[in-house]
C-alpha cells in the first residue's frame, strides 16, 4: 500500500508479510492478530459517526480527531474518503521517568510560596495505574484523594463516550477501602499498578507524605488525583500512542466537567518520528492544551545517554557516513532517517562484513535487501499534509533468531541538495541493547 493519506509505517506493515510484522518491533503496533483488525489515529471532517459502518468503529476525540477500530481489508477504501484527511499507525509506549523531585527545586519555590501545594487542581497521571490504597493518596480519614479510576485493561464498564476499559469513581474505591479482605476490595475495585511505574511517579508529582511523615511528599500534595491505566492487549508488550490519546481525552473531559483546571502528567514516550511536532498524536496533545486550564507535563531527556540519535547536514559533493553498532543476539532493530523532500541523496548499507548494500532506489514504496542472516525492509514515504519531512524507514530482520551484529555504516551521497539537514533515530525506551 502506498497511499499518501496513510502514514509511513502504516502503508509498510500492509505491504509486510505476516512473518516480517511478527519479527519487527514497529509494524504489528496496533494489529489484532485474531480479528485481523487495526486500531488507528485518525484525523477526520464531519461528524465521526458518518465515518462508522457495520465493520468500521470510531472513538472519537477532542478536535476531530479519533480511534478507528478497522479491518485491515477496509483500511485502503476508508482512506479514500473524503471526510478522512490522514491516518497513523499507533506506536508502542514505554516508561520515561527515572529522577524524582529533588532535581525540580520545588521545595525553595514552596518555601517562599506557601500556598503553591496544588489545592483546587486536578493532577491527572496517565500511566501503568495506581496502588490506590497507598497512604500518599489518600486523606487524613482514610478516604482516597482519587477522583476517578478509568483502567483501560479492565473490560465491561468503560467511562461514556469511549469502549474500552472500566472507570471507577471516588465513591466506589471509597467503598473499596473500607471492605474487610483483599479479596473483597478487589472484587469491587480491582485495578492493580503492578510495574509499580504509575504509582512512583503520581507520589513524584501529588504524594501527600503520609507513609514517610512527610519527608517524601510530592509536588502538589494538596490536590485531587484522576488516574488513567494504559491497557495493554498484550500481557508482555506495552501500551499504545492510541491508548495514551484516549487517557488524555478523557483527562480533560473530565476536569471539564468537574469544573476544575486539570496537569496532565505523561511519563510514558517513544522516539519515533521526525521531532518537529507533524504526526497526528503531537498535534493532538498540542490542541488539547489550548482547550483552557490545562496543563501537559512530559518527560525529557531519558534518552539523553542512549546514543539513540544522530543528526547532519550533507552538503553538495561531500558525502556522510554514519556507524551503527548492533549488539549480539539482537532479535530486531529499526532506523529512521528524515531528511527534506526536495533534498536529493543516495543511501547505501555498509554491512559489518564490508558488503555495500545499495544505494537504495529512490522511488516511493517498500523495498527488500537480503545479505548474511539479515533482511532490510526499507520504506521511502512521503511528507504528510503537516510536514515537508521524507522518512526512510530501515527495518532489520533476522532469517533466523538474530540480525548479524557488528558496525553498520549508513552512507548519504548527495545528488543534488536544497537545504541537506538530516536525522538518523532509533528505538527507545531501553529496547535494543549495548553495540
Keep these: ?9 502504516l502503508n509498510l506493515a500492509l505491504d509486510a508479510t505476516s512473518r516480517e510484522r511478527e519479527a519487527s518491533m514497529n509494524l504489528n503496533a496496533g494489529y489484532e492478530k485474531d480479528t485481523q483488525r487495526w ?3 485518525i484525523r477526520y471532517f464531519g461528524a465521526a459517526s458518518e465515518l462508522e459502518t457495520d465493520d468500521i468503529v470510531i472513538t472519537p476525540l477532542l478536535g476531530n480527531y479519533g480511534i478507528a477500530d478497522i479491518p485491515q481489508d477496509q483500511i485502503e477504501g476508508f482512506a479514500q474518503n473524503l471526510a478522512v484527511e490522514y491516518i497513523e499507525a499507533p506506536k508502542r509506549l514505554y516508561f520515561a521517568a527515572y529522577e524524582g523531585r529533588q532535581t525540580s527545586c520545588v521545595n525553595p519555590v514552596q518555601n517562599q510560596l506557601p500556598y503553591l501545594f496544588g489545592k483546587g487542581i486536578l493532577i491527572a497521571c496517565i500511566d501503568s495505574g495506581v496502588d490506590y490504597t497507598h497512604p500518599d493518596f489518600r486523606n487524613e480519614d482514610g478516604s482516597t484523594r482519587i477522583l476517578r479510576l478509568w483502567d483501560q485493561s479492565i473490560p465491561g464498564n468503560p467511562p461514556k463516550g469511549y469502549r474500552i476499559g472500566s472507570e471507577y469513581t471516588q465513591e466506589q474505591i471509597n467503598r473499596a477501602l473500607e471492605a474487610n479482605t483483599m479479596a473483597e476490595r478487589e472484587a469491587l475495585v480491582p485495578s492493580r499498578d503492578t510495574s509499580g511505574h504509575g504509582t512512583a511517579v503520581l507520589g513524584i ?9 512527610g519527608t517524601e511528599r510530592g509536588v502538589a500534595p494538596e490536590s485531587s488525583l484522576l488516574v488513567v491505566k494504559l491497557g495493554i492487549r498484550d500481557p508482555n508488550g506495552f501500551p499504545r500512542t492510541t491508548e495514551l490519546m484516549q487517557g488524555v481525552d478523557y483527562a480533560i473531559c473530565t476536569a471539564q466537567e468537574l469544573q476544575m483546571p486539570v496537569v496532565i502528567n505523561l511519563s510514558f514516550g517513544n522516539s519515533y518520528g521526525a521531532h518537529n511536532g507533524t504526526s497526528l498524536l503531537e498535534t493532538y496533545l498540542n490542541q488539547a492544551v489550548g482547550y483552557g486550564r490545562v496543563t501537559l507535563c512530559v518527560g525529557t531527556g531519558n534518552e539523553g545517554n542512549r546514543a539513540g540519535h544522530t543528526a547532519g547536514r550533507v552538503r553538495q559533493g561531500e558525502n556522510y557516513e554514519a556507524e551503527l553498532g548492533i549488539g549480539t543476539y539482537e532479535p530486531a532493530m529499526n532506523l529512521q532517517i528524515w531528511k527534506n523532500y526536495q533534498d536529493q ?9 564490508g558488503t555495500i548494500i545499495g ?3 529512490q522511488t516511493l514504496g517498500t523495498q527488500r535487501y537480503r545479505h548474511a542472516g539479515t533482511q532490510l525492509l526499507i520504506y521511502y514515504g512521503k511528507p504528510s499534509p503537516y510536514s515537508t519531512s521524507q522518512e526512510i524507514y530501515i527495518d532489520f530482520l533476522p532469517t533466523e533468531s538474530y540480525i548479524d551484529s557488528g558496525i553498520w555504516r549508513i552512507r548519504l551521497i548527495p545528488r543534488r541538495i536544497l537545504q541537506g539537514e538530516f536525522s538518523m533515530w532509533l528505538p527507545g525506551g531501553k529496547t535494543v541493547g549495548e553495540a
Design 1 to 9: 500500500m502506498n497511499n499518501q493519506k496513510t502514514g509511513n509505517t
Design 39 to 41: 486500531k488507528l489515529i
Design 205 to 213: 508529582a501529588a504524594g501527600n507524605g503520609r507513609e514517610s511523615q
Design 345 to 353: 541523496m543516495e543511501i547505501s548499507l555498509v554491512h559489518p562484513d
Design 359 to 361: 544505494p537504495l532506489e
